[in-house]
């Protein structure tokens, strides 16, 4: 039995701040015959500063302060293409351990990336959950971990992840979406699209998750004073 692969990788590339966004995609027809079913496969992969533990959330940042957010600005347009969004919420700097910031920080949380692709001329897509995503809760203290994207004024991520949770204990976690299965749409009785996006499980290589925050934050101090 024959079956036969298309593979056409097109890559775009996107700066928003600091960061540096590859987009690809690959898309897979699978034919037997005439009547067989028909799938494109659809992926979509982002080049990311992935940190798991105090070192290297310390040397991706421009910027690292404690606080808390306390309200949502405004939603944020990212992209135009690939499309994608979050929302701008003002956070309350308690405390500064790198950068120079104001007590009231924008600070940009990216929510979700549409994932598309063109088949004759026609526009398929779905939307993923953002892998930095977090939502915020006003009454929970978080360290964040920070670059600024200056056309917009806008504290961005510095890298994934770069929230870290502080809880009532005094214990803290890494905060981030490790993402979502993929997603099929039919186009017709013979054709069907699957889309996927990349996901995270860092429980096994987290460092952070589970230490006292007191502990953190001597960390977070003796390596900005190492880097003075």
């Not at 056309?151 to 890298?159: F, G, Q």
């Not at 998750?209 to 390596?223: C, E, P, Q, R």
């Amino acid at each position: 039995m024959l079956i036969k692969y298309k593979k056409i990788k097109i890559p775009l590339i996107i700066a928003i701040g600091c960061a540096l966004l590859i987009f690809g995609i690959s898309v897979y027809t699978d034919t037997q015959n005439e009547t067989a079913q028909v799938t494109y496969r659809v992926e979509s992969h982002t080049d990311r500063a992935l940190a798991v533990d105090v070192p290297g959330l310390v040397q991706n940042a421009d910027y690292i302060v404690i606080g808390h957010y306390d309200k949502h600005e405004k939603n944020w347009e990212i992209s135009t293409d690939p499309y994608s969004e979050g929302d701008i919420y003002n956070f309350v700097v308690e405390e500064t351990l790198l950068g120079d910031v104001p007590q009231n920080i924008p600070v940009g949380i990216p929510r979700l990336k549409q994932v598309s692709t063109l088949i004759e001329g026609q526009t398929y897509s779905e939307n993923f959950t953002d892998p930095n995503y977090v939502d915020p809760n006003f009454d929970s203290k978080y360290v964040l971990f920070l670059k600024k994207y200056e056309p917009l004024n806008l504290y961005t991520p510095a890298s994934l992840p770069y929230h870290i949770e502080i809880d009532s204990s005094n214990k803290v976690a890494l905060k981030y979406n490790g993402g979502e299965e993929p997603k099929q749409l039919k186009i017709n009785k013979k054709e069907i699209i699957e889309f996927s996006s990349e996901t995270y499980d860092l429980s096994n290589i987290d460092s952070i998750t589970g230490i006292s925050a007191d502990t953190l934050k001597n960390s977070i101090k003796d390596l900005v004073e190492k880097e003075k």
